[in-house]
């Protein structure tokens, strides 16, 4: 699924964080269900200009993700105590986008593995392998290539950082798992 008609400069950065939206909206119908939970950011910033760009550095040091266009590139990363860290770029919407959300649903991973932390120490799993799968499964809700792309970069990181659990080493196995286990949905409220 592409969300750009534009799959290359010059796709404005309005196009993106209208998309961008659009996805969080997604994240949060599936998953927070009247749950309050922290993407694992504080603040995400879309640069438009030099000006903008300025701001990040004099008002917001730290925990700052940003997308900006510069040199005909689109670029996401990092603001981390006055410096710009993990930056990517592309010449596509599509990548810098697929950054962006992958480090959204990084911090959903991360809380939702709370949520069997009984069964992670009983059956002494890998955290990750929870926190991958709801990774990947957010990710799929948004756009399918998104979810193909993420379990690419897994698998690779896997080669050098295996699960360190006696269980199979692949992403389905704890998906075989959930759905044997299910997590009682929480009751919403009546209006």
């Known amino acids: 699924m592409k ?10 950065l309005s196009e993106i964080k209208q998309q961008f939206e659009k996805s969080l909206a997604l ?13 694992g950011i504080s603040t995400f910033i879309f640069v438009r200009s ?26 996401f990363g990092y603001m981390e105590r006055g410096q710009e860290t993990n930056v990517h770029y592309s010449n596509c919407p599509e990548d810098v986008l697929y950054w962006a959300l992958k480090s959204i649903v ?7 593995y ?14 990750a392998r929870f926190y991958y ?30 699960f360190r659990d006696e269980y199979p080493q692949t992403l389905e196995y704890i ?8 997590m009682p949905m929480p009751r919403i409220p009546s209006p």
């Not at 990084?106 to 939702?112: D, L, P, T, Y």
């Open 27 to 39: 994240i949060e119908s599936h998953w927070l269900n009247n749950k309050s939970v922290s993407y």
């Open 106 to 112: 990084s911090g959903v991973g991360s809380e939702f």
């Open 133 to 162: 799968a709801k990774q990947l499964e957010l990710l799929r809700k948004i756009n399918p290539a998104f979810e193909t792309k993420c379990r690419a970069d897994l698998l690779n990181r896997m080669t050098e950082h295996p």
């Open 175 to 182: 998906n075989e798992y959930l759905a044997a286990h299910p």
């Open 50 to 75: 030099r000006r903008d760009e300025n701001l990040i550095h004099e008002r917001y040091d730290d925990d700052v993700h940003f997308i900006k266009i510069k040199n005909n590139q689109y670029y």
């Open 3 to 12: 969300f750009f008609t534009q799959t290359t400069l010059p796709c404005s």
């Open 114 to 127: 709370k949520e069997y932390k009984r069964d992670i120490d009983t059956n002494k799993f890998d955290f």
